[in-house]
């Protein structure tokens, strides 16, 4: 094919557009008519993870590392597949590889500590991350991967400093302002959380990631809430026989328990931005939190009843039915809450009014992945990206999810 550079940049430019299906079918025809073009392969392995078609990325990148197999490229394109594919171990051998062809390119580094961070090992990541700094102090994602390197070992300042480096290396990077959101909620700031993760959503609208962030956030403090309220109200449940008091002021004290749980909730509420208390309203009417909801306060009225109504005498036999009745309240809310987070809810954030967010191409920040560098296709190395526009390279989804660890952090009820 004597056009083949042509094709196989117009290849690359279509996946620098997330158009994966048209590359795909045109670089199909360049590897039937050159099937031993390494590079083809590569952009077809591309295409493949763009598309999350990542067994058939790994049969892509093994066959260009063996048409090539000094080339670094496709054992770094295998790791990313791999780790999306949860076989970690393999992942960090492809790396290892890659950094062992070439280890004077710093994306090589990244993405052994990538596969290393998704298998587990801090160390290694920690070890990689830091060559990488080394040879590219001024890389956006290497500070932002160095970043979530040092959140993984829980040193929260020292990842926070790595994200505020990427930031102000390139102020669209949307995964630095995602996990600035993740080391706030570490830190029990959920509105500081709420506020990044709305900036991270805002830059990459099209990034689900962010927007499932922003609903576990919010779903953590409705949990959080309900486990404050029925926790105050177990406790109160307990006075009557405790101190014998009167019915009367015994209702007061749950009307200024909601009363004050509700305003609390509302404290919280009123600090996050604008576009977070339109998510709130929106969350609060979903089936699952208002079932949630529902079942905490009845479960609690119930058990304030049985209580407030039932004759001195009887009180001491009461009193555990009461405290059974708000238990299985409170836990019957959780099971809500947990459907809820599972479906996402996906608070997409056309809640938002259009000209809040700002629209932008995508913005993926995992390019050390996928991108070539210098060497057999120092062509397609390194173009200038506009208005916060990043190729598709990914780091793997469940790095930027705020994690279960983050989640128990913020919801002492699960």
Known sequence: MTELPQELARASAMLDVR???EALALLARVVSAEPESSRAWCLMARAHLGAERYTEAISAANRAVSLDPADEWPHRLASNALVHLGNFPDALRAADEARRLAPGYWQTHVCVAQAALAGQRPGVAAEAASRARALAPNEPDVHFLSGKVSLARGQLAEAREHQEQ?????PAHSGAMNELGRIRLRRHDTAGAIRHFISAARATPEERIYSRNIDVVLLRTVSRTIYVFTLVALILIWIPAVTHLDRLPFVIALGMTAGLTAACFAWIVLR????????????????????ALALASGGVAVAFGLVAFAPAADLTGVLPVAVVIT??????AFAALRGAARKHLRVVLSAVRPGDLTHRPQGEHG???QQPVDGPHAEDRGRPERGGQRPVDRVPDHADAVSREDAERADPGE
């Not at 996050?272 to 609060?284: D, G, I, K, Y």
């Not at 238990?327 to 019957?332: G, I």
């Open 272 to 291: 996050m931005p604008r576009e977070a208390r339109r998510l709130v309203r929106r969350t609060l009417r979903a089936p699952r939190v208002a079932a």
């Open 19 to 21: 158009r994966f299906d």
């Open 327 to 332: 238990v299985a309240a409170r836990l019957a």
């Open 166 to 170: 990427a930031l102000a290396l390139d």
């Open 367 to 369: 390019r050390a992945a």
